[in-house]
């Protein structure tokens, strides 16, 4: 059994099972943190389909920076305490399996229409990124997806002016003639 | 490598579809989140795997700006919710009515 496949078969199960205590855990802050154990599988797997560029960016940004928020959310609002309450609509449960099974089947027939189940990936990987994944990366984003690349960054700045809008305090705003008026009133 | 390429896309798949559930099932904002993003992972290695399928670092670029998208996504998400729980001291979705008719 070649490596990447064991490799594969320890952490698929692992990730699934990350998802699945993701889903049951009654304190949020555990599903936090199994949402964590499942990102860094997916970085796993990056690592195994070659993109150790992008294993990288996933341990960074999502199980270091995103979930960090997430918890600092959570710890934030408090709210550790379970939510156990009747289901507001009629046999929400089953249904949403229901739906996530059939959905499941379907794209399970659709791969294995379109990529059938043991195509191995082609050869010839590596001549793409000769001077390493990370500077292909670079080549095919400034190159192609410059303009892109560019909006995302307004993209992220805007978000950031966003937070700061929607999360502070809704504090009136003191104008400056006030503080003036303020400056020359006599204190008493 | 000899792990067949189907093998990652259904393990995507069955993650989506766990995040699916998290949101159809779900009423607290932040687990709905957290499924959410659970589904843009899956999504994301369903990019890199077809990146490696077809030769073309195209893909692997895709899942990078997906990547920062979800960022801003997640920081303007959790703002509003902060928000929202600040206004009603609360994170349930079914206690955010105002919109509905």
């Known amino acids: 059994m070649p490596l990447d496949n064991v490799v594969f078969w320890v952490f698929a199960p692992i990730s699934i099972a990350a998802a699945v205590g993701m889903l049951v855990m009654r304190n949020v802050i555990h599903a936090a943190l199994f949402l964590v154990v499942n990102f860094g599988c997916i970085a796993v797997m990056y690592l195994l389909l070659d993109a150790p560029f992008l294993f990288a960016v996933q341990i960074v940004?999502?199980?270091g920076a995103i979930m960090v928020l997430f918890l600092f959310?959570?710890?934030l609002l408090g709210v550790d305490r379970s939510d156990v309450r009747s289901e507001r609509l009629f046999l929400q449960r089953p249904l949403a399996v229901v739906l996530a099974v059939a959905f499941l089947a379907e794209i399970t027939v659709a791969v294995r229409a379109a990529v059938g189940f043991s195509t191995l990936a082609p050869q010839g990987f590596d001549q793409l990124q000769t001077q390493g994944n990370a500077q292909a990366i670079a080549e095919v984003l400034f190159r192609d997806y410059f303009f892109p690349f560019?909006?995302?960054?307004?993209l992220l700045i805007v978000a950031a002016i966003a937070a700061m809008v929607l999360a502070q305090r809704s504090v009136r705003a003191?104008?400056?003639a006030e503080l003036v008026a303020a400056?020359?009133?006599?204190v008493s | 490598?000899?792990?067949p390429i189907a093998y990652f896309l259904l393990l995507a798949a069955l993650l989506f579809s766990m995040g699916t559930v998290g949101v159809l099932?779900?009423?607290n904002a932040l687990r709905i989140f957290m499924s959410v993003e659970l589904q843009l992972n899956a999504v994301n290695l369903t990019l890199v795997a077809f990146a490696r399928m077809h030769n073309d670092l195209t893909g692997q670029v895709l899942a990078f700006f997906s990547m920062v998208v979800a960022a801003a996504e997640v920081v303007v998400g959790l703002a509003i919710i902060v928000s929202i729980y600040r206004r009603r001291r609360s994170v349930d979705v079914d206690d955010v009515r105002e919109m509905r008719w």
Do not use: H
């Not at chain 1, 560019?150 to 307004?154: D, L």
């Not at chain 1, 400056?183 to 006599?186: G, I, L, M, Y």
């Open chain 1, 61 to 63: 940004v999502y199980a």
């Open chain 1, 73 to 75: 959310v959570i710890m």
């Open chain 1, 150 to 154: 560019e909006v995302t960054s307004i």
């Open chain 1, 174 to 176: 003191v104008t400056q």
């Open chain 1, 183 to 186: 400056d020359a009133e006599p």
């Open chain 2, 1 to 3: 490598m000899r792990t």
């Open chain 2, 25 to 27: 099932v779900n009423r």
